[in-house]
């Protein structure tokens, strides 16, 4: 931040009082390439665990375990709100959508940024997710929230995927990696 601060107060010296600065000079200095949401119940469901978000070379590294869950699919989102204080969950709001789309497939082009599909329990109520994702940029996602829905996402009804209520809820944060 000190640095873009100084290249910022450089430039405008070297532009002078006599011109208006019109265009705004984009830095990104985001420095972190590993996020991590702790996932905690919503209500007494009972289901908690963990995701992280890692910088990969075809996109962002998504790596989850949760358990606690009824065996199947379960939606999986990230929502607009890294906010988990109401007792259904619906205080994170709905899905994450910075470019205006519709609800899709993880694979999909066309999809909101929170749209990672499914996570499919076992038996023993245990469910991992590993895939890198495409869509995914931790720069737009750091303190938004994890969302794990009691029903399936279908990947096409809009705007939510069908998913039903919400069992777990997180946010993401910057993850310790030292
Ligand atoms: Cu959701
Ligand atoms: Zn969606």
Redesign the pocket.
């Given at each position: 931040m000190k640095l873009t601060s100084l290249f910022t107060a450089l430039l405008l010296m070297t532009v002078g009082c006599t011109q208006t600065v019109e265009k705004e000079v984009e830095i990104t200095n985001f420095e972190h390439d590993e996020l991590v949401a702790t996932v905690m119940p919503v209500g007494d469901s009972g289901v908690a665990g963990s995701v992280t978000f890692t910088e990969s070379e075809n996109g962002v590294s998504v790596e989850g375990e949760f358990s606690g869950l009824e065996s199947g699919n379960h939606?999986?989102?990230i929502?607009e709100f890294g906010d988990c204080r109401a007792a259904d969950g619906t205080s994170a709001g709905g899905?994450f959508n910075p470019a205006g789309n519709d609800h899709g497939a993880p694979t999909d082009e066309m999809r909101h940024m929170?749209d990672m599909g499914n996570i499919e329990a076992n038996e023993e109520g245990v469910a991992t997710v590993s895939y890198v994702d495409e869509t995914i940029s931790l720069e737009e996602i750091l303190g938004r929230g994890i969302?794990i829905?009691a029903g399936e996402?279908d990947l096409t009804s809009q705007p939510?995927?069908a998913?039903g209520g919400?069992i777990a809820c997180g946010v993401i944060g910057i993850a310790q990696t030292q």
């Open positions: 939606g999986f989102h929502h899905h929170g969302i829905h996402d939510t995927g998913a919400r």
